[in-house]
């Protein structure tokens, strides 16, 4: 057994795990700024319920039961963005391992490799198009407040 063999054979495994590790560094950035998003709609949701104790005019009921609706809608979008970047960055964490032990074992693993990277791809994907998804409620809600708020 070749110790400076392995210890190369081991170094060319990391290097190929780098790419994977940025991706999950980058992963893990976008789930914090999800989860900030969330922290917010879910601020602001609790200000819209106390504020629905205190309201007697219904108009002004309506407006807050509208933007209640919407911030419920924004926080279930979110949730599931993030849920979706978790299992991302899982299947990224799994890939990782499996380039690991198939580079030092030579399983043949090359196909379950590429299975697993268009996995967490595609997982990601789903969870930007949600992220935007709820952006775009949120623009629509601050439109629409804006509007509701006119003389």
């Given at each position: 057994?070749?110790?400076?063999?392995?210890?190369?054979?081991?170094?060319?495994?990391?290097?190929?795990?780098?790419?994977?590790?940025?991706?999950?560094?980058?992963?893990?950035?976008?789930?914090?700024?999800?989860?900030?998003?969330?922290?917010?709609?879910?601020?602001?949701?609790?200000?819209?319920?106390?504020?629905?104790?205190?309201?007697?005019?219904?108009?002004?009921?309506?407006?807050?039961?509208?933007?209640?609706?919407?911030l419920m809608q924004r926080?279930?979008?979110?949730?599931?963005?993030?849920?979706?970047?978790?299992?991302?960055?899982?299947?990224?964490c799994a890939l990782i391992?499996?380039?690991?032990?198939?580079?030092?074992?030579?399983?043949?693993?090359?196909?379950?490799?590429?299975?697993?990277?268009?996995?967490?791809?595609?997982?990601?994907?789903?969870?930007?198009?949600?992220?935007?998804?709820?952006?775009?409620?949120?623009?629509?809600?601050?439109?629409?407040?804006?509007?509701?708020?006119?003389?």
């Amino acid at each position: 057994m070749n110790l400076f063999a392995d210890t190369n054979a081991i170094a060319h495994t990391i290097q190929l795990a780098v790419a994977p590790v940025f991706l999950l560094a980058g992963i893990a950035g976008f789930l914090g700024v999800m989860s900030g998003r969330l922290g917010r709609i879910i601020d602001r949701e609790r200000v819209i319920r106390r504020r629905l104790r205190g309201i007697s005019d219904q108009a002004q009921r309506v407006s807050a039961l509208r933007e209640h609706k919407v911030l419920m809608q924004r926080a279930r979008i979110t949730n599931r963005a993030i849920g979706l970047c978790t299992s991302s960055a899982l299947i990224v964490c799994a890939l990782i391992t499996t380039l690991f032990i198939d580079d030092m074992m030579s399983l043949g693993f090359q196909r379950i490799v590429a299975a697993l990277f268009v996995i967490a791809l595609l997982l990601l994907i789903t969870a930007l198009m949600l992220f935007l998804r709820e952006i775009q409620l949120a623009t629509r809600s601050i439109k629409s407040i804006n509007a509701s708020e006119q003389p």
